[in-house]
């Protein structure tokens, strides 16, 4: 029944989606070159790092490119878990486990209010705790607030925070701020002010998306946001313990 009740908003968003369109205008995409399978399987599965990427000129002698990878440790391909959620599980497809997959294809898709994603102008936070597989002394995140699973850009995050834990119980802000259009489609590095030492979970919240004037817009406003709220991915860079 309650799938049923979130199936039924998902087509609701889908009108209203169509509708800020027209309101709202064309909203950018970007999305980056995945590198090859054979790269990927050693990197994501094996160590749990994503790929540097640079520009090589080949000549006729040769050419020698030299790249620093650095470990994802929210990777769920390096051991990084979903250890605690709220709002409703779209999953497979839409669930919090695809913020931490590596991927800037797929999205953690929630709601702004309750879990049938009736459109509200009340936002109530969302958020996912990811489970490293060692301690970590973060020196940095890395998110990309994109929407996506349907959604329209409206739905991306804007307000958020970061909190970090060394067992899971006592929490430590870490960051805080705001996502806006300019940051959609790409990884934002997001620097830590404290809570960076023994980090075992890191907590990500959402506290509002980009909609504009949330609460005037919405609920009866046309854009999904109203209804919605995504994010595609989080990193965790730093070194292990």
């Not at 094996?46 to 990878?69: I, Q, Y």
């Not at 597989?133 to 607030?145: H, K, L, Q």
């Not at 329209?152 to 259009?181: C, H, M, Y």
Request: with cysteine.
């Amino acid at each position: 029944m309650a799938r049923r009740t979130a199936l039924k908003a998902r087509a609701r968003a889908a009108r209203r989606r169509a509708a800020e369109a027209v309101a709202a205008g064309p909203e950018p995409v970007a999305r980056p070159v995945e590198p090859d399978d054979g790269l990927r399987a050693v990197l994501d599965e094996e160590l749990g790092r994503l790929p540097a990427r640079g520009t090589v000129t080949v000549t006729k002698a040769g050419a020698v490119k030299n790249f620093t990878v650095r470990r994802n440790w929210a990777a769920s391909s390096g051991g990084a878990s979903i250890a605690d959620f709220n709002g409703p599980d779209f999953g497979p497809a839409c669930g919090p486990p695809q913020v931490i997959d590596t991927s800037q294809a797929t999205v953690w898709g929630s709601t702004t209010g309750n879990d049938a994603g009736d459109p509200t102008n009340v936002f109530v936070p969302k958020f996912v705790v990811i489970a490293l597989p060692a301690a970590v002394d973060v020196t940095d995140f890395a998110v990309d607030p994109t929407a996506g699973c349907g959604d329209g850009g409206s739905a991306s995050t804007g307000d958020f925070r970061i909190e970090t834990s060394p067992n899971g119980t006592t929490w430590t802000q870490a960051a805080s701020g705001t996502f806006t259009l300019d940051d959609r489609g790409r990884l934002n590095t997001v620097t830590p002010t404290a809570g960076t030492q023994g980090v075992r979970f890191v907590r990500f919240t959402i506290l509002g998306n980009q909609t504009p004037d949330f609460a005037t817009n919405c609920p009866g406003g046309a854009f999904s946001g109203c209804s919605f709220t995504d994010l595609t991915e989080i990193e965790v860079h730093g070194a292990g313990n």
